[in-house]
């Protein structure tokens, strides 16, 4: 949801999108958070606007402080079992309120970065820097260990 505001964060995610399209594609989009003064009617928009990105080969893992947590090779294997069922992984990180109900109902996977809140810039980034992280596990690149 959004861009982010500050240079460094830019710069950060610009860094590990390269890193990842070098392994495999990748396609950032960012969705424009809603400015709906009331926190359902924004979840509303924002879920509307998140479910008409998806293609029906994704699959719609969603960023929520309740998701499952993982290791970085658990989430190395977790990758690999949704691409062995030939689906994309497609990753969304809510807004500042998270996501509502139906669009949760909708996923096939909540998972989570931490126990830990972010701020949304510093999730994505840290997503970024797992999903590079899972990548150079399953091609056995050096860069876990």
Not at 80 to 96: A, L, M, R, S
Request: proline share 3%.
């Amino acid at each position: 949801m959004g861009k982010a505001k500050k240079s460094f964060y830019r710069e950060a995610q610009r860094e590990y999108l390269q890193k990842i399209n070098k392994i495999c594609n990748i396609e950032d989009v960012i969705i424009k958070d809603s400015n709906k003064k009331e926190i359902f009617l924004q979840q509303k928009e924002n879920e509307k606007e998140i479910l008409n990105k998806l293609d029906p080969k994704d699959s719609l893992i969603l960023l929520d402080e309740r998701g499952k947590l993982f290791k970085s090779i658990e989430f190395s294997n977790f990758i690999q079992k949704i691409w062995k069922i030939q689906k994309t992984p497609c990753f969304v990180i809510g807004g500042p309120y998270g996501h509502n109900e139906s669009i949760k109902q909708r996923a096939q996977h909540l998972i989570s970065l931490s126990p830990l809140t972010f701020t949304h810039d510093l999730a994505y980034i840290l997503l970024l820097e797992q999903i590079y992280r899972a990548l150079t596990i399953i091609i056995k690149h050096p860069y876990h260990h």
